[in-house]
């Protein structure tokens, strides 16, 4: 099935593969709101300051899920977009715009304003009010997104838990470049490994396969991933890529202790309740940059809950300056 893709044989590198794509530790950013819950764009270059010298994070990915995408108009995502891209110049890597939407009209104008803007990739989770049935029609959305943005590394956003589309990735690959030449990877939010392998397995080595299933991190290191994007890289990017480095020099005690480090946060956190609002207030907290609350209908959490976590973090990360 796979003839034109043959099955990669080398242990992917996290810092060779896919040098200029999607590598290492990418923080899924929050979009901050004022308290009045419009986009509160003069928050963003303080924040880019906090990732790069504070967490030692120096890749985003603007407008997803963390940055409430769906939950804003496309003209709040463009402003979004330009001031990401403007304010990241020569203090990230790369900055990935995802331009997804329910509409196939918005994502392409999204994905058009993006390559003007100088996004270094775009990319495209798939609808979900109205769902593709099959590996095909998928396809030929995302084909017909990425046509928009044709120069632009174009990468495809796959997180079921919250689109309920469940066609597996690895179909997805077969030939896709025949279809989009920009093609460039995945950005693999979902749990089932063993569908991030086989596109591990099946994948180009100029693709880049990031994981975004943070508590589980390690695992999808152990199947290839390239780098990881998520919403905790926010606060423990830090540690994350300190993480990355154990794996990546065998040191697997010390790569398993950070991440159930992180593993007791989000525990904790889903006991007493997590959600993009308690996430949200956690990176205020951690970074004494006011986010503001999420939009609704979230909400932000009780000063007791938000108080809560804080600690919980405190006690498992240490010292933070804002607390
Ligand atoms: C469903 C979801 O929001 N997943 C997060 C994770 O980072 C998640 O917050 C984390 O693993 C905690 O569960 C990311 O994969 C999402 C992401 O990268 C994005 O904001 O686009």
Redesign the pocket.
């Given at each position: 099935m796979f003839s034109q893709v043959a099955p990669q044989t080398k242990v992917r590198n996290m810092t060779s593969a896919a040098e200029t794509g999607m590598t290492g530790i990418i923080a899924?950013v929050f979009t901050p709101l004022t308290p009045e819950g419009e986009i509160n764009l003069p928050v963003i270059e303080p924040y880019i300051d906090y990732l790069s010298k504070k967490q030692n994070v120096k890749s985003i990915?603007v407008n997803?899920?963390?940055?409430e995408s769906m939950s804003l108009s496309v003209a709040e995502r463009k402003a979004l977009a330009e001031e990401w891209c403007l304010k990241a110049k020569g203090n990230m890597d790369q900055v990935v715009v995802?331009v997804g939407c329910m509409s196939l009209k918005d994502s392409q104008e999204l994905a058009e304003h993006a390559a003007q803007i100088g996004a270094d990739g775009i990319a495209v989770i798939s609808p979900s009010f109205f769902k593709p049935s099959t590996a095909d029609d998928l396809k030929e959305y995302l084909r017909q997104v990425a046509i928009k943005a044709p120069t632009v590394p174009f990468y495809y956003?796959h997180?079921p838990?919250?689109t309920g589309v469940k066609v597996p990735v690895r179909d997805l690959l077969h030939d896709i470049e025949k279809l989009i030449p920009s093609f460039k990877g995945v950005?693999f939010?979902g749990s089932d490994l063993m569908d991030f392998g086989q596109c591990v397995s099946h994948s180009r080595p100029h693709w880049s396969l990031v994981y975004?299933?943070?508590?589980q991190l390690i695992s999808g290191l152990a199947m290839g991933a390239t780098g990881a994007?998520?919403?905790?890289y926010n606060y423990i990017g830090s540690y994350m890529k300190e993480m990355m480095a154990a794996y990546e020099s065998c040191d697997q005690l010390q790569a398993r202790a950070i991440q159930f480090k992180l593993q007791e946060l989000?525990c904790f956190s889903m006991k007493i309740g997590f959600d993009l609002g308690v996430?949200k207030q956690l990176m205020s907290d951690v970074s004494g940059l006011d986010l503001g609350p999420p939009r609704l209908p979230l909400t932000r959490p009780t000063p007791e809950h938000a108080k809560a976590i804080l600690q919980k973090y405190l006690s498992l990360f240490g010292y933070c300056p804002f607390a």
């Open positions: 899924a990915f997803g899920t963390t940055g995802h956003y997180v838990s919250v950005k939010s975004g299933v943070d508590e994007v998520g919403s905790t989000i996430n």
